[in-house]
């Protein structure tokens, strides 16, 4: 198994900023892509941004300039710095991360249970 918990997120002012973090644990074996995905009220969850193994980033577009997405592999965490927050950027954020689990050697797709992010205008 592995599991992913986040953090960091919380209340904040239009155009202030929050840094999200989410730690990996358990019988890993690996971990290759890992991402940033939001789910506003009402709305389908969607993709903030993504980093391969490698470091390749990709974000969405909603979001370019002022998120920055990064990762330490020591640690098996990925960050989400927000800066320049808006009001549409209010959502859960949820961590995600492609892990293989010692056990089986076969990659799974695994999520952390999500931290709300308020940006009030």
């Known amino acids: 198994q592995v599991q992913l918990v986040e953090s960091g997120g919380g209340l904040v002012q239009s155009g202030g900023s929050l840094r999200l973090s989410c730690a990996a644990s358990?019988?890993?074996?690996?971990?290759?892509?890992m991402g940033w995905y939001r789910q506003a009220p009402g709305k389908q969850r969607e993709l903030v941004a993504q980093?391969?193994?490698?470091?390749?980033?990709n974000y969405a577009d909603s979001v370019k300039g002022r998120f920055t997405i990064s990762r330490d592999n020591a640690r098996k965490t990925v960050y989400l710095q927000m800066n320049s927050l808006k009001p549409e950027d209010t959502a859960v954020y949820y961590c995600?991360?492609?892990?293989?689990?010692?056990?089986?050697?076969?990659?799974?797709?695994?999520w952390g249970q999500g931290t709300q992010v308020t940006v009030s205008s």
């Open positions: 980093i391969s193994s490698g470091g390749r980033t």
């Open positions: 995600n991360a492609e892990g293989i689990v010692t056990t089986s050697l076969i990659q799974s797709d695994y």
């Open positions: 358990g019988s890993i074996f690996s971990i290759n892509a």
